[in-house]
């Protein structure tokens, strides 16, 4: 592989952003090495992995998928990247995304969408479609996402591989390209649940240069995982089928093999409870004004005065608003801009109650949702995302934007209630041969439900 080849890898699928060759071989030949001497290494030392081009390395590019950083280098390694660098992985390079993760099938990326291995034709999910393609098509065996409202899980369901959004505040996000802080979570994409709890264990734990960092240690989770897929591993587990996320707006070949998978986990021994969840309905609304809102405000350091691209006006006087003004026409597109301009709006003085106010009160009537069902249940499942993957240029976005929202409908309430969730793979569609994902949530700092659960159902 060149190094410096941007455009598409062998498989034309556009998952890396770059690759780091060099020095991920450096890495395995270091590990090849120390391990001929006998040395005591971490588990997955010399296991290769793929990094979200929104998490920060030193020694490459971070784009956030953005012409505003696109010739911007990190001066640091997010906590999670220096995790990686002290478990010995190779880090095999930046994995493609939607434009500052905005979206849900990886077409806002300014250098061109990744590709789903299924058929190229086709999404890979957004907003981490790199990550999950890579992994799906065996280019990485293991890499990071990112997740405000589900964007390792949904790219994990349409691709057939498995994404975990740890709790917030599990796992560090020191390092990580901001889009709606009090959403965003960094979490593992992998071909396996066990996989996927193994790196979990590498990268979460407290941090404390992450303010948002819950304090204990991460833990139990690959143990979790090998429980729940041992012989009788579900028996006695409490499952909530939630009524709201199946039905209207749910492809029926999903909601087929979602039915299976319920039914599968019946048989292993889980006792099935149905939940209903009656503020699920205003969750994507909520989501949409928080989100905005918080990257109204993250995204203004993007001004092309202190760091990233910068662009002059053509003509006139060059004051530092002129400055802005064109570096940031010329720097987002189209997806980012239309999203600070709601969150503007939505923060403006005297819309306040109306818009962001209101949302927040939906934000808690989620919660108290989740915190109901949990009462009940020990783990709530649904499907990850209404349809499998859609042909590139299927949403016109500039028509209706709602209609690419909508694929989020079942990831966001865990977002909004900051409680982990997993999407593991659950056959195919019948009517069109796609991977369709199984979501699984559990309650805050209850992760290892996830992988008990994700592990006896794979
Ligand atoms: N599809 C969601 C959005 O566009 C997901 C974003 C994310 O999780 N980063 O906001």
Redesign the pocket.
């Known amino acids: 592989v060149d190094p410096s080849d941007r455009s598409r890898g062998k498989a034309g699928l556009n998952a890396f952003l770059h690759v780091n060759a060099e020095e991920a071989l450096e890495v395995a030949a270091e590990v090849d090495a120390a391990r001929a001497r006998g040395e005591q290494l971490p588990g997955l030392a010399g296991v290769p992995i793929a990094v979200k081009d929104l998490i920060v390395t030193k020694g490459q590019p971070t784009t956030a998928a953005s012409r505003m950083l696109e010739d911007w280098r990190s001066p640091y390694d997010a906590t999670v990247v220096e995790r990686l660098r002290a478990a010995r992985m190779p880090i095999l390079g930046k994995t493609n995304?939607?434009e500052f993760?905005?979206?849900?099938s990886n077409e806002h990326s300014a250098f061109g969408p990744a590709r789903n291995p299924w058929d190229l034709a086709r999404i890979p999910g957004?907003?981490?479609g790199g990550s999950a393609a890579a992994v799906t098509a065996f280019q990485a065996p293991l890499a990071l996402g990112?997740?405000?409202?589900?964007?390792?899980r949904?790219p994990a369901a349409v691709t057939g591989s498995v994404g975990v959004k740890p709790t917030y505040g599990g796992v560090s996000r020191y390092g990580v390209i901001a889009?709606?802080s009090s959403?965003?979570q960094v979490g593992p994409v992998s071909r396996t649940v066990l996989d996927a709890a193994l790196l979990h264990e590498v990268v979460g734990g407290h941090d404390p240069r992450d303010s948002t960092s819950l304090p204990e240690p991460v833990g139990g989770l690959a143990a979790a995982a090998r429980a729940g897929a041992a012989e009788g591993g579900l028996a006695g587990l409490r499952v909530g089928v939630v009524k709201e996320l199946t039905g209207e707006g749910f492809q029926p070949g999903v909601e087929q093999r979602f039915r299976e998978a319920v039914e599968a986990l019946r048989e292993a021994g889980a006792e099935i409870v149905e939940i209903e969840t009656p503020h699920f309905r205003y969750a994507l609304g909520a989501?949409?004004l928080i989100?905005s809102s918080e990257v109204s405000s993250n995204l203004a350091k993007y001004d092309g005065v202190r760091f990233g691209h910068r662009v002059l006006p053509e003509e006139g006087p060059l004051t530092i608003e002129r400055v802005m003004g064109a570096t940031r026409a010329a720097g987002f597109g189209a997806?980012v801009k239309r999203?600070i301009i709601l969150g503007t709006y939505a923060l403006s003085a005297g819309y306040y109650d109306a818009y962001y106010g209101s949302a927040q009160k939906v934000r808690t009537l989620v919660q108290r949702d989740f915190a109901a069902a949990f009462e009940q249940v020990d783990v709530l499942v649904s499907p990850t995302a209404p349809t499998t993957a859609f042909e590139l240029g299927a949403v016109d976005e500039s028509a209706d934007p709602m209609q690419?929202?909508l694929?989020?409908i079942a990831?966001?309430p865990t977002?909004l209630a900051g409680i982990p969730a997993i999407s593991v793979p659950g056959g195919l569609a019948p009517e069109d041969g796609l991977p369709v994902g199984i979501q699984f949530m559990a309650p805050a700092r209850e992760d290892a439900r996830l992988y008990r659960a994700g592990a006896g159902l794979e």
Do not use: K
């Open positions: 995304l939607d993760a905005m979206g849900s957004g907003s981490g990112t997740d405000t409202g589900g964007s390792i949904q889009m709606a959403l965003d989501y949409y989100m997806e999203r690419m929202y694929n989020d990831t966001i977002n």
